[in-house]
């Protein structure tokens, strides 16, 4: 059983690159396109932290971001810390994969306001006592048409919009398809049908892959 990967470039490839290390078949079929958007920075005096959910909007912030860079950074999980000391950040905080638990440290370290970065369609960050001010720098403009490799495949699901899209695309070849969800929200956009399910047990890249691993080895 193969597994096909539908989050943008360049996780995709990333993903694909730990996929084949553990020996799986990997198909990279991204879902979105990355792309930045005109944005126009604040004065960065009236914050005391940046938070950032998501490598992309380090990585598609541009010269707006530069003015921020002294700024502690929180950001969600190693791979959006990685993107953010090589944007140019020079005091990261990696934090827990989860923005709402990424605020709550934010927050339990003094900050009150904040700067977040963020994708057109995001969540939404707040916290008693805190300030924060959401930005969108990049967008993610879907694909059109349905991957075209979908038999025996597992696909696995990075987050909830992805799943929402794939199973638009899906249509009525949904109960074919068996699928790895990074956590039960992922799962629940996904919606029911199926042919299976399964959640990993922590939001995260490594966790996801951990269980498509066990499902391929034991044939779903």
């Known amino acids: ?6 989050r943008p470039q360049p996780g995709a490839d990333e993903t694909a690159a730990r996929a084949r290390a553990l020996g799986l078949d990997a198909v990279v079929a991204p879902l979105f ?3 930045p958007l005109a ?4 004065d960065p005096a009236g914050f005391d932290a940046v938070l950032l959910t998501s490598a992309h909007a380090a990585r598609c912030g541009g010269d707006g971001m530069t003015p921020f860079f002294e700024l502690p950074c929180y950001a969600v999980g190693e791979r959006t810390a990685a ?3 090589e944007a140019g950040f020079t005091d990261v905080r990696p934090g827990p994969s989860d923005g709402g638990a990424l605020i709550a440290l934010a927050a339990g370290d003094g900050v009150r306001n904040a700067l977040h970065p963020c994708g057109e369609q995001h969540f939404s960050l707040s916290h008693p006592g805190m300030s924060v001010m959401a930005i969108p720098v ?9 991957p075209a490799e979908l038999d025996d495949i597992l696909a696995l699901l990075h987050s909830p919009r992805a799943a929402a899209r794939f199973a638009a695309l899906a249509g009525a070849r949904l109960g074919e398809i068996r699928i790895a969800a990074i956590s ?7 919606g029911p049908g199926w042919a299976s399910v399964d959640i990993a047990e922590a939001p995260r890249d490594s966790a996801l892959l951990a ?3 066990k499902l391929c080895q034991r044939g779903g």
Do not use: K, N
């Open 33 to 35: 396109e990355i792309q």
């Open 138 to 146: 990049y967008s993610a403009a879907p694909v059109e048409t349905m």
């Open 39 to 42: 944005w126009t920075a604040p």
């Open 211 to 213: 269980l498509a691993a």
């Open 1 to 6: 059983m193969r597994v096909l990967i539908l």
């Open 184 to 190: 039960a929200q992922a799962a629940a956009a996904a």
């Open 83 to 85: 993107a953010a000391w």
